[in-house]
């Protein structure tokens, strides 16, 4: 059982350069979402889907863009990058279910140049 | 908006010690409250959730309790040992995110168990 799988692992991009972090899960959950990490300001939620064909904002949504167009994929795209998206970004999932916790990926780390 | 306080940041402990990590926040109307571990250079465990209906959860060295109407939750872990390691994570989930929750996470208490 794979979990979540977040790929790249590391990416270097250069200022201006648009990139889509990959997430898949096997576990058949409704629930996906984005956080990105930065050091000293915790996790921050950028988008979050409840399921195939819908998506919603979180607290850190502009400069990112996501679709879900199966349950398995939920992809983060960087539409134009820029430094202060350099960060680490993690992608979890859970089912809908509020007594099941969510499952977290190893992280993208990405930095831009 | 809800806003996670977690004390202290770090914390240097002797091996065998009982500790306790604080986690506060602000905003009552949660769903569940969930407690991460984070490796370096890793992702987050997930070591509990506690239901709002819930006033504690045990797992093992692990005990987390939560008293939502004062916006307080604890991480008791007994008899520490250096694998516990690790930075600890509390993330409230808040109303919104369909029927789990979107979690807001505390900026994590860093634990340091020496030999």
């Known amino acids: 059982n794979a979990g979540v799988t977040q790929t790249p692992k590391f990416q270097v991009l250069k200022t201006g350069q648009s990139m889509t972090l990959q997430c898949a899960q096997d576990m058949n959950h409704e629930y996906m979402s984005w956080y990105r990490q930065d050091p000293g300001m915790g996790l921050r939620l950028i988008h979050y889907?409840?399921?195939?064909?819908?998506?919603d904002q979180g607290e850190v949504p502009n400069g990112y863009n996501v679709s879900r167009s199966t349950t398995e994929d939920f992809p983060l795209r960087l539409l134009s990058a820029a430094p202060s998206q350099t960060s680490v970004y993690f992608c979890a999932s859970s089912p809908q279910d509020r007594a099941r916790p969510q499952h977290f990926g190893d992280g993208t780390r990405l930095s831009i140049l | 908006k809800q806003e996670v306080t977690q004390i202290p940041a770090a914390l240097s402990v002797p091996e065998g010690e009982n500790l306790v990590l604080n986690c506060s926040f602000t905003?009552?109307?949660?769903?569940?409250l969930q407690w991460f571990r984070q490796d370096p250079g890793k992702g987050l465990t997930s070591l509990l959730l506690i239901q709002s209906s819930q006033r504690e959860q045990t797992s093992g060295r692990l005990n987390a309790s939560l008293d939502k109407s004062s916006g307080r939750s604890t991480l008791y872990i007994a008899a520490s040992q250096p694998g516990d390691s690790a930075t600890y994570l509390c993330?409230?989930?808040?109303?919104?995110?369909?029927?789990?929750?979107?979690?807001?996470f505390g900026k994590g208490t860093k634990l340091s168990v020496k030999p």
């Open positions: 889907s409840v399921g195939a064909g819908i998506t």
């Open positions: 905003d009552s109307a949660i769903y569940n």
């Open positions: 993330a409230p989930a808040e109303h919104g995110g369909g029927s789990q929750g979107n979690l807001i």
